[in-house]
């Protein structure tokens, strides 16, 4: 079966479905683009967590041990030049600007290192200021003790003062007075050999990837004694299901053993994954487990794994068309979803789809901020902001006891009315708990809306 907005040839009865479909959807890219933009930044509220989407880059991190017992944590940024402003230059090229802030937190909340920074980006031609698979490449290594940490990143475009910020908690081992020890796993996209020999990995780095070719996992086995390794790398889904295992022995190279573990034709779709590695050698014996995720081209960051993805298009997608991609195997599943959303492209012919990218970060932005008993775009409150964006105006009123208001006869805890001007329209959100789980007064608005907007 293929997706109905895929036909080539259709009825005039399926034209004409095909008609409506399309007058949906512009109104849908008209509030997203137009409204929903214009009202992102109406509310205090919204707007101040907001700025935290933009602009979008990449973050890794590695761990080897040091001198003197301490840790070298290095982060490795990849910053997409699509995600920059860049202005005509002088030469008649064109010139970014951005300041990168990185602060690091011990688990007691005490800054004990960090470092700001500028980088300056110019290109010849204005197509390079409009890739997505071109990126600004920042690599900054700090000396720490072992123990917990927390990196915070900040990346500020110096042209629109956007902020895009990344928070990561990392705990680093002690590899001091160990028997055997590995350090942590740096995924790589490939491993070149030096003049010397030595091996140098080229870090990932999260960026989107192709679905095939090869992966490697990169890290280093600390071992004061002699002798050879045996080397057991497993990969799982997140369902524990083994996608690949692989037994090795390899000879020790000194107290220092680099080792890149390649995954031959890694077919990984969009989602996370775990890497595990086993070390024996001799009496002695260690092991590492690593989560990483895998990207997709042209799909936003917030996008957490393909299956995921098709179950959030619940409130746009027609219930035939995503039952067409939900049942479909994988291979299928992964073109029907592409088409699904290459049909509503605003900007056809580029690598990015503003549409997708916009829906999902709505989907994120919901998670993060109206979660109840459940996930927060499955919510009320979670589902207007999806399809509308921000309101232009919030009216609040919360009481210690039981209420009722002009708003509502019912009796509640507290009351949200988010109201949307330029629709003429507003949604009355009670809550009769007090426990901040919102749902809107009456239920059969929120059918009817979703049905609206529904391709």
Known sequence: MRLKLVFACQSHKKAEENMVNKIKFLMISLFLFLFGYASLWAQVEFDQRFNTFLPSFYIDFNATRAENGLDRVTMYAKVPFDELQFLKSDDGGFKASYEMSITIFDDEDFQVDGVIFERNITVSEYEQTNATDVYDVVKRSFKIQPGKYKFYVQLEDLDTHKIGVSEHKIELEDYSNKDLSISSILFSEKVEVDSTGKLVPVPLVGVPRKETGNLYGFFTIYAPEDGDFKVEVIVRNMRNKV?????????????????????????????????????????????????????????????????????????????????????????????????????????????????????????????????????????????????????????????????????????????????????????????????????????????????????
């Open 243 to 455: 996608l690949y295992k692989d037994k090795k022995k390899i000879k020790r190279d000194g107290f220092e053993t680099p080792i890149a573990i390649a995954i031959p034709d890694a077919k990984l779709s969009l989602g996370t994954y775990n890497f595990q590695v086993k070390v024996d050698q001799g009496d002695h014996d260690t092991s590492l487990r690593e989560n990483f995720k895998i990207y997709w081209e042209g799909l936003p960051l917030t996008a957490v794994d393909l299956e995921t993805a098709i179950d959030q298009m619940d409130l746009i997608a027609n219930p035939k068309d995503l039952k067409t991609i939900r049942d479909a195997p994988p291979e299928k599943q992964r073109d029907y979803f592409r088409q699904f959303w290459k049909q509503y492209d605003p900007t056809a012919g580029t690598k990015k789809n503003e549409l997708m990218a916009e829906y999902y970060r709505r989907i994120q932005y919901a998670n993060d901020n109206f979660r109840g008993l459940r996930e927060g775009w499955k919510t009320d409150m979670g589902t207007v902001y999806i399809l509308l964006g921000a309101p232009e105006e919030v009216v609040r009123n919360m009481s210690p006891q039981y209420m009722t208001s002009y708003y509502s006869s019912r009796p509640v805890k507290a009351l949200q009315i988010w109201k949307y001007h330029t629709l003429n329209r507003y949604f009355l959100f009670i809550d009769e708990n007090g426990f901040g789980d919102y749902r809107l007064d009456n239920p059969s608005v929120l059918a009817e809306f979703r049905n609206t907007f529904r391709y």
